[in-house]
């Protein structure tokens, strides 16, 4: 790993190395993901539909009927009041095991499969999103996953079963200056005798407030990022605030500062300089976390969505009799099913083994996200004026306290969460073109010399000799492929067909624009987007022959919808406004255009807009906050 010393200017060269460096660059098993994008429709890796074993159904089962039964006693609502999970709540989740759902029995966990895993999440997130948030920031991405991951046999022994038992843990990455460019990560962690010490501010710390462990990224001079267990009250750490937001009211996300942290050479994981790889490792399972709270709310909004358009009447007819508000209903219900289809199809890749699902997680927490979002703002649409107001308003004037327009704040973050949705079309993009740039790398890059030019360039042309007459023809032009199917067969014929002409313009992108490609965004936003609806109708049409007749007409309407989009979006791959909106950017960050921000006033409060990071000791108060145990 590059080594960065955070008080220096990082260019972007730099920080693409140091990122580069932390991707797993090689695919030791096959993706779906992965051959969709490069023209090759596997269905062989998907169909039929993996399913778990008895076990992990009978104890997934056991577990989420103990789970229903007690979240039908929290008070969601109340959480969303007083902006806080009641202490009673943390505790009563803990006895049921909530905390260790993914922790081993061997560790005192439950041991769920990550289909019932995610099932419970949404179970949980129907209650109140922000049960589901600290649960998922817990196991996802907080110390269960890395350790279970990397760590050594004595970290799991002293670490996963405090886990289990409900001692909660945060993952710390993100600071005050550094967001997706982990290359200029400020937080130090010096080495000394028997261990490190720690200085930096972390900020959007989800758990920090609460959490008893913290999983920290730190810089360790002349060896770069590394990941280190670290505990919550370890003398010179300070929870300097609770941060408050747009919705997720009962967040525990805070900003935590290190000052002379000493942390012992044990709890470092992995070895120094592999932080930033074990994170990224870390988030290509745990993304799926999210993805099942969009899942769930998506389903929630197809209930409101069906009982209220059936029960308002408007003249002469319930609403969703009539068409307008019928389309709304109509694209509810097929995304609702897609969603949950492209969760269970990533979930049980991963649960069987065998199976490279970076690109998968990635496009399930990307278009679930997006989705669910779409979702919840037609919902409130759908709702008139009640989708606008708050459910305990409604429920003072005596109606139904339906909060829409909670889950409508709720729900936004998850389009940044764990990777924006900008950052998420770069990380899929650059693992699509992958195997462009593995043959084509040293053409295109700037300091490779003569020679190894002239090797990628023999290189490139035998991959591409091979490659590209694949892309001319294939299943998706027989008109009887994927009988099987039934009805849905046209749509997996649309999948074959698209892959291989997405496959198609991604080459050509790529001899057009060679290394200037990696600048195009909105181009691979556009191939990602493209890749991800085609995957959520081959995951839609999967889980239909599976589900039998009762979900054929479910996948059928989501096809038929998705299918349109692609189109469109396969027209604006060359036709749109890029480069003049390129342009016009450049020219308003210019200041020429200042005269139109005349004649509104701005009420931001004043201050820097980034807070200091500097290494000190900290002035503020320590609001970390211990949770009760069982």
């Known amino acids: 790993m590059t080594a960065v010393d955070p008080d220096r200017h990082v260019d972007e060269r730099v920080a693409r190395k140091v990122a580069e460096q932390a991707r797993e660059t090689r695919w030791k098993h096959p993706s779906f993901g992965r051959e969709l994008f490069l023209g090759h429709f596997r269905l062989d890796l998907i169909h039929p539909h993996p399913s778990g074993s008895a076990d992990d159904r009978e104890r997934g089962e056991k577990f989420l009927g103990e789970l229903r039964e007690y979240c039908e006693t929290i008070d969601g609502a109340r959480i969303e009041r007083d902006a806080l ?49 600290m649960l998922s920031a817990h196991q996802s991405i907080g110390v269960p996953q890395p350790l279970a991951m990397f760590g050594t046999d004595e970290q799991k022994a002293e670490y996963l079963p405090r886990c289990a038992a409900g001692e909660i843990s945060a993952f710390l990455l993100t600071e005050p200056d550094v967001g997706s460019d ?30 008893d462990l913290l999983v920290v990224m730190a810089q360790v001079p002349g060896k770069g990022i590394t990941a280190f267990v670290v505990e919550g009250d370890s003398p010179g750490i300070t929870v300097e605030n609770r941060n408050e937001f747009m919705g997720l009211r009962g967040l525990e996300n805070g900003v935590t500062r290190f000052h002379e942290v000493h942390v012992p050479e044990a709890n470092r994981i992995g070895k120094e300089g592999a932080g930033l790889k074990i994170a990224l490792t870390t988030l290509n399972t745990g993304r799926l976390s999210l993805p099942a709270l969009c899942a769930g709310a998506a389903k929630w909004c197809l209930k409101i969505a069906r009982e209220w358009s059936s029960e308002r009447v408007q003249w002469g007819l319930p ?24 969760l269970d199809l990533s979930s049980e890749l991963a649960d ?23 979702v919840a703002d037609e919902l409130v649409q759908l709702r008139g004026g009640r989708g606008y107001e708050t459910a305990e308003s409604m429920a003072r004037r005596g109606e139904r306290g339906v909060p829409a327009e909670q889950l409508l704040r709720d729900l936004r973050i998850n389009r940044i969460f764990e ?6 079309h770069l990380l899929i993009a650059r693992e699509a073109v992958d195997a462009h740039l593995a043959v084509a790398g040293d053409i295109i890059d700037p300091e490779a010399d003569g020679r190894a030019k002239a090797r990628a360039v023999a290189r490139a042309g035998g991959f591409y000799a091979k490659w590209l007459p694949t892309l001319v023809v294939g299943r998706g032009q027989v008109p009887k492929a994927y009988g099987e199917f039934g009805p ?18 991604t080459f050509y992108a790529m001899s057009r624009w060679q290394g200037r490609m990696e600048r195009k965004q909105r181009f691979l936003a556009r191939v990602v987007d493209i890749g991800a609806e085609l995957f959520a109708i081959s995951a839609s049409c999967v889980k239909a022959a599976a589900d039998g007749d009762r979900a054929v007409e479910l996948a059928d309407a989501f096809a038929k919808q998705s299918r349109v989009r692609v189109d469109e979006l396969f027209e604006r791959l060359w036709t749109n406004a890029d480069e003049s909106d390129v342009v016009l950017a450049r020219h308003v960050l210019e200041g020429r255009f200042t005269w139109l921000e005349e004649g509104v006033l701005d ?27 069982p």
């Open 603 to 629: 009420p931001s409060t004043p201050g820097p807009w980034i807070a200091d990071s500097t290494h000190h000791a900290s002035t503020a108060e320590n609001v970390h906050r211990p949770t009760p145990r």
């Open 352 to 374: 069987a083994g065998g199976h490279d699902i970076r690109i998968e997680a990635a496009l399930a927490k990307l278009y679930g996200s997006e989705m669910a979002w779409l």
């Open 488 to 505: 849905l067969a046209t749509h997996l014929r649309f999948v074959e067909r698209s892959s291989r002409k997405l496959a198609r313009h």
């Open 319 to 342: 609403v969703g009799k009539h068409e307008a508000i019928a389309g709304k209903v109509a694209f509810i219900a097929a995304t609702a099913y897609a969603l949950e289809a492209v």
């Open 85 to 133: 999970i009641p202490d009673e709540v943390l505790v009563g989740l803990k006895r049921l095991g909530a905390f260790g759902m993914k922790i081993k029995p061997e560790y005192g966990g439950l041991g769920l499969s990550q289909v019932y895993y995610n099932r419970a999440l949404m179970l949980v997130g129907s209650v109140n999103p922000a049960l589901g948030a």
């Open 182 to 211: 982990p290359a200029r990560l400020g937080t130090t962690a010096t080495p000394v005798d028997g261990g490190y010490v720690l200085n930096g501010v972390k900020l959007w710390t989800t758990n920090g407030v609460v959490a």
């Open 419 to 424: 990777g924006s949705t900008e950052i998420m």
